[in-house]
């Protein structure tokens, strides 16, 4: 058995190995047991359920809420030559019944089904005949954290799918899923009856994945930045509200970039057109709220950039694994300013959520902050927050890469803390640092504050060191910000200990300005695919460009034909003949025959 499934693995997806886990899931599976699979994002878990699919007899039937998605889903199996199919509701009667024949006449492989068209009498009724002769190979429950209420994916008909194992609990079924929280597993255990199942727990770690955040210093440049970082490719970029979404995506496109806006306020039929364009096109930038990405398979996205707070490290974690799904390369950029805690604060109180729960989003909010401003390698810190231990810094974060000071603030805190205080504590942070700096201007004249006591004994920190200053203070609760939105700041409870000189403070210093630029300068490119030679990058711009006239003829996604890592290790190697060219990782028996002269033509005229 499991060398038919490596087997399988090389000729029909063109992979060399398996990945982490896969190889253990997919034999417990074939053999017939019930599994539960975390994977982060990224990780692979397709092919956890498409492989014993292959192996086992019958039809595998998965349950994928993203109907949206379905038919990209199985355009990519049918590349390799896999009989898949779908059925919902955008099929229309004719079709749909062509696929039910389809499948009690055994010509599928995989049938990816709605679960509320799963859970139809007609459709179970329909697998009855199937299993008399125990022709369904298995049920595969994808995104499973949507049986559970507290996700953000509920979706009701996922409880009843229990309906599978009491109607054919010999069918094994494997549920999977990206969210990573002990609760929601239990959750999904429970409400599927999996408790049976064995658990395959991967590590979360997306090792591709850069992780970075930076203060808000001019937002928009700073994302230019990053996006120049990773010109001509595709990423995604996340705001917070819908009239920053369109704000951001209308200065991207004044600046040549192909943005596009997503988010709940647009008509479904723009979102649709926006969603499909990202998916299918080259190099599409998708500037959305959270209400965009659930679902969205896209493997090259190659940076995900926040432009405000996410609500709290879950989010964060599942909105940056959207990053870099292939393996290559790519950059999760977070910026935030020191409003941007006060304002998801306001949207907490002000929300209809019961006390209890905004307690617990608080203290979420808390958990990301405390990310944002620690001096930790950044992977080290979003793994433990996940509840695994990463042994060493892992080298490719901000933090690793250009580590940042971690000093005794205690006294710079007590200045601040202190001039809050002086001032009367109603005002924001701009104002009681132009008074720490010693500013000499109308408003801190007018209220007479260059007459206080801590009027200027902070000249030794220049205006953007004190913001993070201020920064840290807010996310250890030092300081508090007032709910009403204007930011006015007043001091928190656990500042009695520290100004009476009980505790003490470490604070992270960022470099005075001129050298955070010559450090993110030095970063440049890292994030992104090694440069190839001018050779190479020739044959691979010329396969791209085939690959695009491929994928528009077949209307299909460019990366549904070969993925860049795929197009990239064969403009490297440059095989001359068909043998050579299926030794690449990516290229598999159907993809070969389909596609091995014609990419042997375009290298052979790029050459
Ligand atoms: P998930 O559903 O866990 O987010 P996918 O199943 O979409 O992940 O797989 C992510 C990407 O990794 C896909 O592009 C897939 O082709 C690739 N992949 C999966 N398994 C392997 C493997 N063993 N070797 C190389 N690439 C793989
Ligand atoms: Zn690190």
Redesign the pocket.
């Known amino acids: 058995m499991p060398d038919s499934a490596l087997l399988l ?1 090389r000729d029909v997806f063109g ?1 060399a ?3 982490g886990g ?1 190889e253990a899931i997919i034999n417990h599976v074939a053999a017939g047991g019930d599994a539960l699979v975390l ?1 982060p ?7 956890c359920y498409q492989l014993p699919a292959l192996l086992r007899m019958g039809t595998a039937i998965v349950v994928s809420p993203l109907i949206a998605l379905m038919q990209d889903q199985v355009d990519a199996l049918r590349q390799l030559g896999v009989r898949a199919t779908f059925l919902n509701s955008t099929l229309s009667a004719p079709d749909a019944l062509e696929v039910e024949q389809a499948l009690l006449a055994g010509d599928l492989d995989l049938l990816y089904v709605a679960p509320e068209r799963l859970l139809t009498p007609r459709f179970l009724a329909l697998l009855d005949q199937l299993s008399d002769q125990s022709r369904i190979a298995l049920f595969a429950i994808d995104e499973a954290h949507c049986v559970s209420q507290w996700g953000h994916d509920f979706r009701p008909e996922y409880r009843q799918l229990t309906v599978l194992h009491e109607r054919w609990p010999q069918v094994p079924r494997i549920a999977l899923t ?1 969210t990573a929280d002990a609760p929601t597993q239990r959750e999904i255990a429970e409400r599927l009856q999996l408790e049976g199942a064995r658990h395959f727990i991967s590590s979360f770690d997306r090792p591709n994945i850069r992780y970075a955040v930076e203060a808000k210093d001019g937002g928009l440049r700073q994302l230019m930045e990053v996006i120049d970082r990773h010109r001509g490719a595709s990423g995604i970029v996340y705001c917070l509200s819908r009239r920053k979404v369109e704000a951001t995506a209308d200065a991207l496109r004044e600046q040549g970039i192909d943005a596009l806006p997503y988010h709940a306020g647009l008509d479904a039929e723009v979102r649709a057109e926006h969603q499909r364009r990202f998916l299918r096109e080259d190099g599409v930038v998708m500037v959305a709220t959270i209400a965009f990405g659930m679902g969205i ?1 896209k ?1 090259d996205v190659r940076f995900v950039a926040h432009m405000d707070l996410p609500k709290s490290m879950e989010g964060y974690y599942q909105e940056t694994g959207r990053a870099g ?3 290559e390369p790519s950059e999760a950029w977070l910026c935030f300013g020191m409003g941007d805690a006060a304002l998801l604060r306001q949207m907490i109180e002000n929300s209809d959520a019961p006390d209890e729960r905004k307690r617990v989003e608080h203290r979420k909010l808390d958990a990301l902050l405390g990310y944002c401003e620690s001096t930790a390698c950044r992977r080290q810190s979003l793994l433990a927050y996940f509840g695994e231990t990463y042994p060493q810094p892992c080298g490719n974060c901000d933090n690793c890469l250009s580590p940042v000071a971690s000093i005794d603030g205690t006294e710079i805190a007590r200045k601040a803390l202190s001039c809050v205080y002086r001032t009367g504590q109603r005002f924001g942070a701009g104002h009681v640092i132009d008074v720490l700096r010693g500013s000499d201007n109308a408003r801190v004249r007018q209220f007479g504050h260059d007459t206080l006591s801590t009027y200027g004994i902070g000249r030794d920190l220049d205006a953007r060191q004190w913001r993070s200053v201020f920064r840290q203070l807010l996310a250890t609760g030092l300081l508090e910000s007032d709910l009403d939105g204007h930011g006015s700041l007043r001091l928190g409870a656990s500042s009695t200990p520290l100004l009476r000189g009980e505790t003490t403070l470490s604070l992270r210093m960022d470099p005075a300005r001129k050298a955070a630029r010559r450090e993110r300068g030095k970063r440049d490119g890292a994030a992104t695919p090694a440069m190839l030679d001018d050779d190479a990058q020739r044959r691979f711009d010329a396969l791209r460009a085939w690959r695009g006239d491929s994928a528009r003829s077949q209307n299909l996604p460019a990366y549904v034909i070969f ?1 860049d890592a795929t197009l990239r290790e064969i403009a490297v190697n440059a095989p001359t003949d068909l043998d050579a060219l299926a030794q690449i ?1 990516g290229v598999g028996a159907a993809k070969l025959a389909r596609y091995g002269d014609a990419l042997l033509e375009v290298l052979s005229t790029a050459a």
Do not use: C, V, Y
Request: cysteine-free.
């Open positions: 693995l992979h190995e398996f990945r896969q994977m994002t990224g990780g692979g878990k397709s092919l990206a398979d493997p799904r292939d393996g993925h990782n």
